[in-house]
């Protein structure tokens, strides 16, 4: 099954925060998130692993809770550069190989 | 920076016929993958492939679809026959080490696949 993402679409002024969520109904051994702008192929951006420990970006932080399954993506004071289509990806771990499942995705759009 | 690859950019063929999408993954890198995005959708797995077999696929990936690492640096993705639903992105990804989901996996720029 596919993680759900939600917020389905954002759209933000330049400096304004924003927060998309992630949800499985698997356990989760880690999430993956990736942008993505139009045309062009999803660009890493953070993990997320089971235990807390997080890899990523300056300006863009998350957060895994294990308990509910759910991760959540924090951009701070949103620059035009945000916008695009934010994916995140859920690995099961285990014997699944690092394969991705991804959510729908979010459309952001930050404006001047 | 080291990055994925792909050619071609963007391919477009007849229904029925034979395409190979190739990929030429981070040097280093023991994991590869193929995904591919309908236009508007997600972005959806199709095959995992370690130690020159594949690990893991997806029920996408039927027998009208192959990979194979021909040398030390290609990784290619075959449609035998395609279908007008093949038309989509298809991106190759890789990651260095094996064991869990706990490492990056690095996107090439993807190759778009129009089937008339």
Redesign the interface.
């Known amino acids: 099954q596919?993680p759900v993402q939600s917020p389905q679409a954002v759209i933000l002024r330049e400096g304004e925060d924003a927060v998309i969520n992630c949800s499985s109904s698997k356990a989760l051994?880690?999430v993956?998130w990736?942008r993505?702008k139009h045309g062009?192929?999803?660009?890493?951006l953070m993990?997320l692993?089971k235990g807390g420990e997080q890899?990523g970006h300056e300006k863009i932080s998350a957060s895994f809770n294990e308990k509910k399954q759910q991760s959540s993506l924090y951009l701070t004071a949103s620059q035009l550069s945000y916008s695009g289509t934010y994916?995140c990806?859920a690995?099961?771990?285990?014997?699944?190989?690092?394969?991705?499942?991804?959510?729908?995705?979010t459309i952001l759009t930050v404006h001047p | 920076e080291p990055e994925v690859t792909q050619t071609p950019s963007h391919q477009v063929t007849q229904m029925g016929q034979e395409v190979i999408l190739r990929c030429v993954p981070i040097s280093n890198h023991l994991y590869f993958y193929w995904y591919r995005q309908i236009l508007g959708q997600k972005v959806e797995f199709l095959v995992s492939f370690y130690n020159n077999e594949i690990s893991e696929k997806s029920e996408i990936f039927d027998d009208q679809f192959s990979v194979e690492r021909p040398d030390g640096s290609n990784f290619t993705l075959k449609i035998r026959s395609t279908k007008l639903e093949d038309s989509a992105m298809y991106f190759c990804a890789s990651r260095p080490l094996w064991g869990g989901g706990t490492d990056t996996q690095y996107f090439g720029p993807g190759t778009r696949l129009t089937v008339l």
């Open positions: 596919q051994y880690s993956h990736y993505q062009e192929a999803p660009v890493f993990i692993l890899k994916f990806g690995n099961a771990g285990g014997t699944s190989y690092g394969k991705l499942t991804f959510g729908q995705g």
